[in-house]
Every structure is written in C-alpha cells, then in structure tokens.
Nanobody, 120 residues
C-alpha cells in the first residue's frame, strides 16, 4: 500500500515563505510524476506544480516565479518551496504521485492535504 504524507503547511503573512514536503512510502519501484494541487474554499482543485522523474517541472501560471518544485527520486519525496505568498494562495495543498509502480500494482495516489493560510 502506498501512502503520501505531507508536512510543512501553516499560517504565514503575505510576502512570506513556506516549504511543503511529501514523502511516499511503500514497496515503490518507480514514480513517474509527483506534484502538488490545491483547493481553496468554494473552488475546484487546481494544479500547482508537477515534476517528472527527469526533473522537468510544470507550473501553474499563478505561481510561476514564486514557487519551486523539487524531488528526490531515491527517497520518493517531493517538495514545494513557496515564496512571496499571497492571500489567494490560501488553500489545502495536496501531494500527488502518478504512475506509481509497486511490487504488486500500479496507480495514482493522493495525500490527505495540508492547510496553507496566507494572511493579508
């Protein structure tokens, strides 16, 4: 069974920084893509950033230049460095792992989410 555990959320003032981390555990052979999505109250879940195994990253336009995604393939971890945070970044942030290959199965997984709140 694959589990994703996020950490690093919290409350920060506008202009501040936070770093989110996510660790995937289980009998994992490979993870194709890891990333972060977010969902603000009353809004649909949206992509924030993804990174594939060769480190090619993709960002939502709203976070380009402010957020940086990175991953450690050996440790099956992904991080999101968030700088110059804005109140509109307030949301629950979800870690994702797509194309996960384990000893017995393959699939996509989501973490339980971590709250990020940016005060004005």
């Amino acid at each position: 069974q694959v589990q994703l555990v996020e950490s690093g959320g919290g409350l920060v003032q506008a202009g501040g920084s936070l770093r989110l981390s996510c660790a995937a555990s289980g009998s994992i052979f490979e993870i194709r893509t890891m990333g972060w999505y977010r969902q603000a109250p009353g809004k649909e879940r949206e992509l924030v950033a993804t990174i594939i195994k060769n480190s090619n990253a993709n960002y939502a336009d709203s976070v380009k230049g402010r957020f940086t995604i990175s991953r450690d393939n050996a440790k099956n971890t992904v991080s999101l460095q968030m700088n110059s945070l804005k109140p509109e970044d307030t949301a629950v942030y979800y870690c994702t792992a797509h194309g996960v290959v384990t000893r017995t199965a393959a699939g996509d997984y989501w973490g339980q989410g971590t709250q990020v709140t940016v005060s004005a």
